[in-house]
Nanobody
Framework: QVQVVESGGGLVQAGGSLRLSCAAS????????MGWFRQAPGKEREFVAA????????YDGGSVKGRFNISRDNAKNTVYLQMNSLKPEDTAVYYC?????????????????WGQGTQVTVSS
């Protein structure tokens, strides 16, 4: 089994920054891809960003590119999401997800393990 634990969410004013962390433990694969998704009330879960073990990253093509940055520490099986210039529309529960394969995917169905989520609220 793989355990995934997110941290770092909270309340921030528009224009502010937050850094989310996600630690995976258990029977992890050293070369697995890890990603971030988010889900706002009444909306479907959407892809935010993901990173392969080698640092190949991809971002949602629209709303977060240029403001969010994903990075990872392979020695710690940890991935981070630095979120800058936050907007009220970024308000959501943010989930970390872990694949059992190397390649990065944007579909939630490609990820086998999920954290419980961390709330990010951006006030206007």
């Amino acid at each position: 089994q793989v355990q995934v634990v997110e941290s770092g969410g909270g309340l921030v004013q528009a224009g502010g920054s937050l850094r989310l962390s996600c630690a995976a433990s258990g029977r992890t694969l050293s070369t697995t891809a890890m990603g971030w998704f988010r889900q706002a009330p009444g909306k479907e879960r959407e892809f935010v960003a993901a990173s392969s073990w080698s640092g190949c990253v991809t971002y949602d093509g629209g709303s977060v590119k240029g403001r969010f940055n994903i990075s990872r520490d392979n020695a710690k099986n940890t991935v981070y999401l630095q979120m800058n210039s936050l907007k009220p529309e970024d308000t959501a529960v943010y989930y970390c997800a872990v694949r059992t394969a190397y390649t990065v995917y944007t579909s939630p169905s490609a990820y086998a393990y999920w954290g419980q989520g961390t709330q990010v609220t951006v006030s206007s």
